[in-house]
């Protein structure tokens, strides 16, 4: 497979070791990149959740597949997160291109950007873990009852329905603790001076522009691989969410003019040229033609006159 060569990738909320968990979907995704640099924003491994009767073999390829591409140069950040703040003992180790580390402070082409989990804003984890605790057994079980729903409307024809986005979209609770979060971790960036914050942990991928009297940042949230299906990537100075489902079906132009273009303007764009071609090809056979004629003339010991 032709891997697709970006500066940087950003993936989260993978939880490995649950029933929620797309690890053949990560492995494809995994397999079609060559990132220079792989960031794990945290609850990559679901130690929280974790089962020695439930760990396939695909999760397990999840894991072989990141330490094989931190041995083939790529630069790979492990931020911890909530369901693996186990791994918080082991900050700042460092083992040749894998790194764990609480949090991260990039440049990216001269402007600053700060990558956390973002577990720090969640009150319920700071003070009352075992509710935490309870409210992920009870996502992992609504997960398993989408799945057979999902599969079930598959047999009937229909589309796939989401129960946990629903009751995401219909609390207002949640609804307004996602926004909350969102605007903290913006206001916090843009008073530690960064142009860019990267965070997982809410399941919501975004990329959107906040702005203050303080100045303004560029939000960025690389959602999950339970649902969404989606991370972060970054190249040619710029942010782009990756969606599976949709991206993988999708050419990706790595041409940085073309980027740039959007469908009408690349239309435009091949037009001109095709009429820069025909006129220039007019040109030139005109003017061969006329080569032609005088050396027929000269030939025959003519003038033109």
Sequence with gaps: MKKRKIELAVISDVHLGTYGCHADELITYLNSIQPKKLILNGDIIDIWQFSKRYFPSSHLKVLRKIIGMASKGTEVYYITGNHDEM????????????????KLVLNLDGKKAWFFHGD?????????????????????????????????????????????RRIKNSVKGAVKYI????????????????????????????????????????????????????????SFKRWKIYHYNHDRLSP?????????????????????????????????????EENIDKDFLNNQGLSQD
Aim: proline share 1%; aromatic share 12%.
């Design 87 to 102: 791994l918080r003992k082991f900050s700042d180790t460092s083992m040749g291109n894998f790194k764990v580390v609480d």
């Design 120 to 164: 720090v804003f969640d009150v319920s984890i700071q003070n009352a873990k075992w509710l935490a605790k309870l409210g992920g057994y009870g996502y992992d079980l609504l997960i398993l009852i989408n799945s057979f729903l999902n599969w079930c409307l598959a047999k009937m024809g229909r589309e796939k329905y989401s129960l946990s």
């Design 179 to 234: 926004n909350n979060f969102e605007k903290t971790a913006a206001e916090l960036a843009i008073e530690n001076d960064y142009d860019y914050v990267v965070c997982g942990h809410i399941h919501q991928p975004k990329k959107e522009v906040y702005e203050n009297k303080h100045g303004s940042c560029t939000y960025l949230n690389s959602g999950d691989w339970i649902e969404n299906l989606t991370a972060l990537e970054y």
């Design 252 to 288: 990706f132009f790595m041409d940085e003019d073309l980027k740039e273009m959007n469908m009408n303007d690349l239309i435009a764009s091949i037009t001109d040229k095709e009429a820069n071609i025909e006129d220039l090809t007019k040109e030139h056979f005109s003017e061969t």
